[in-house]
């Protein structure tokens, strides 16, 4: 029987490759990571856990467990306007979970570590009773003074987002057996592998005036936005580009604006930029969609509207944790 590699053997096998290309790993030999900012930068730092049964299901492939936990965090620094720079992980798995898992989850990383341009930094790996816990620490860089915030001191202005909102939140529904999945294959896919927009965010420093990245959901994460500016929003839902297999069907679109997971960017910018924002699409091939407008009004409230402009009922306004 061969032996178990054990907590410094594991970490020598799998995750000691992953910090090989960060000088500040220090080859993960010490307590801590070591780097500086470059000139001219700050550090943008952002932490996302996942947890096997709430975030992803336990019988996910490691590696597509692995390249959410990395995406998600990544988007969170796309909405900074921030660049991928390096990343700690934590690792909290049951012990009868074996090593080929491990093998498996760690080229996962691997593989977006390449994609993305990020590196591990270091971590912690323990044991647990519980399910799979996993905890992401992401690092970005931004030129100072200049990350992208969720407050906005301006209202009246447009609101966009980035590619399309609700594929992961019908591929959930497919996965749990409640939709059939024939013609869903990309919203399966998407619900997996996210794709954090580290192309478009950094190129929104100088025409967005507020982001955040929609999780919890479009008219949740909106509602976000406007509570921190002060504001109201109007979300026109005509106007929210939904997957083709929503169609006319009413509780697709409500599942759509609300149930989250999406990782796109929302933003509030000048109606004078809707140019820039056209050429940033066209250059990125990340389509940008104006979807609503933020107003005066009670902070954080969103009026959702039909294609008529009449009020749009929901169940939910989006994910809440607790």
């Known amino acids: 029987m061969t032996k178990p590699l054990g907590e410094f053997g594991r970490i020598d096998r799998f995750f000691k490759p992953l910090a090989a290309g960060f000088a500040g790993a220090r080859g993960l030999a ?46 969170d620094l796309a909405a900074m306007g921030a660049e991928p720079y390096a990343y700690t992980l934590v690792t909290s798995l049951p012990r009868t979970l074996g090593e080929e898992w491990l093998a498996a989850f760690a080229a996962g990383l691997g593989e977006d570590q390449t994609r993305f341009g990020i590196q591990l930094a270091g971590g912690d790996s323990v044991s647990t009773s519980g399910p799979i816990t996993l905890s992401v620490t992401a690092f970005g860089l931004v030129p100072r003074g200049q990350a992208l915030p969720r407050r906005s001191e301006r209202v009246g202005d447009p609101v966009f987002v980035t590619g399309t909102i609700g594929d992961a939140a019908l591929g959930l529904q497919v996965v749990l057996g409640k939709l059939d999945g024939a ?140």
């Open 183 to 322: 013609g869903l294959e990309s919203q399966v896919a998407r619900l997996r592998r996210p794709d954090p927009r580290v192309t478009v965010g950094p190129r929104l420093r100088g025409l967005a005036v507020s982001c955040i990245d929609v999780s919890d959901g479009l008219v949740a994460d909106l509602g976000h936005l406007a509570e921190e500016s002060g504001c109201a929003a109007v979300l026109h839902a005509a106007s929210v580009p939904v997957p083709a297999a929503v169609g006319g069907d009413a509780d697709r679109l409500a599942l759509a604006l609300t149930g989250g997971d999406d990782y796109e960017l929302l933003f509030t910018a000048p109606e004078a930029a809707r140019g820039a924002l056209a050429a940033l699409a066209a250059e990125t091939g990340v389509v940008i969609t104006e979807i609503g407008r933020t107003v005066p009004g009670p902070a954080g409230r969103v009026e959702v509207l039909d294609a008529q402009g009449a009020p749009l009922p929901l169940p939910r306004r989006g994910w809440d944790h607790f």
């Open 30 to 75: 010490d307590d801590a990571a070591v780097f500086g900012v470059p000139e001219g930068q700050e550090l943008v730092v952002t932490v996302d856990a996942m947890v096997a049964g709430i975030h992803f299901l336990p019988d996910d492939s490691p590696g597509d467990i692995a390249a959410k936990l990395l995406r998600v965090n990544l988007s």
